[in-house]
């Protein structure tokens, strides 16, 4: 019989044993698991001061109106602003209308335009005679006494081109010659030479120091408030 209670004695210790072990893990793993979060406020709501109890309270946080007060009328306040409200006075448009303004007259068209209209088809020829080998000076002073000979017929003429035909020995001579000639009537007479298309050419038949000139005058289209372009006798 000994033998049987020890034999159940060492059961029960083991069972107590067992029991104990797992309430103690049951405790460690309660006291392992963390707390349940509390909830946070919104920190707008955090930083947000206390109302402040002179500020006045809001609508919905009012009492109801007393029944037995009486209300002030809506349409009082409308017929009182209906009163003091001043009539508009007139505006100045409606006390004097403005008169009309007449129509500004048009402006009366230019009785000249002055439009080139070309050269004439029929030029002015002159023919006089230079010395050749005169130095410019003394060759401009021969050319203005031989125009001044023909002013009636160059006054108030414009030259739009001018052909001279010079004789000097040999072909290159009369050109040259022509040049020189040409040169000197721009500068003599500029108003009536300052713009003209000049060519010079070698007259084979003339003899030694013969000039022929041919020139086209300028025809405008409207002559009335132009000056006199020039006259051989300035």
């Not at 006291?31 to 006045?56: C, I, K, M, N």
Request: glycine share 8%; net charge positive; proline share 15%.
């Amino acid at each position: 019989m000994t033998p049987r209670r020890r034999t159940s004695t060492s059961t029960l210790l083991a069972g107590w044993l067992f029991a104990d072990l797992l309430l103690g893990l049951t405790i460690i793993m309660l006291g392992a698991q963390a707390p349940p979060l509390s909830p946070v406020r919104p920190l707008a709501d955090a930083t947000q001061p206390p109302p402040d109890p002179t500020q006045p309270r809001p609508e919905a946080s009012r009492p109801p109106p007393d029944p037995t007060r009486p209300q002030p009328s809506a349409s009082r306040p409308l017929a009182d602003a209906t009163r003091l409200s001043p009539e508009p006075a007139p505006s100045p448009a409606e006390e004097s209308p403005t008169p009309a303004r007449p129509p500004s007259p048009s402006p009366a068209p230019s009785p000249c335009t002055g439009r080139v209209g070309g050269v004439r088809a029929k030029p002015i020829t002159i023919s006089f005679q230079v010395t050749p080998g005169a130095h410019d000076d003394m060759l401009a002073a021969q050319i203005r006494q031989e125009l001044r000979k023909h002013r009636d017929r160059l006054a108030g003429q414009h030259a739009g081109m001018v052909l001279t035909f010079a004789a000097d020995g040999g072909t290159g001579d009369g050109v040259r010659l022509a040049t020189r000639v040409n040169t000197a009537i721009r500068e003599t007479y500029p108003r009536i030479f300052g713009t003209a298309v000049t060519r010079n050419f070698h007259d084979l038949d003339a003899p030694r120091g013969s000039i022929s000139m041919e020139i086209y005058s300028v025809t405008y289209g409207c002559s009335s408030g132009s000056g006199n372009p020039g006259s051989p006798d300035e």
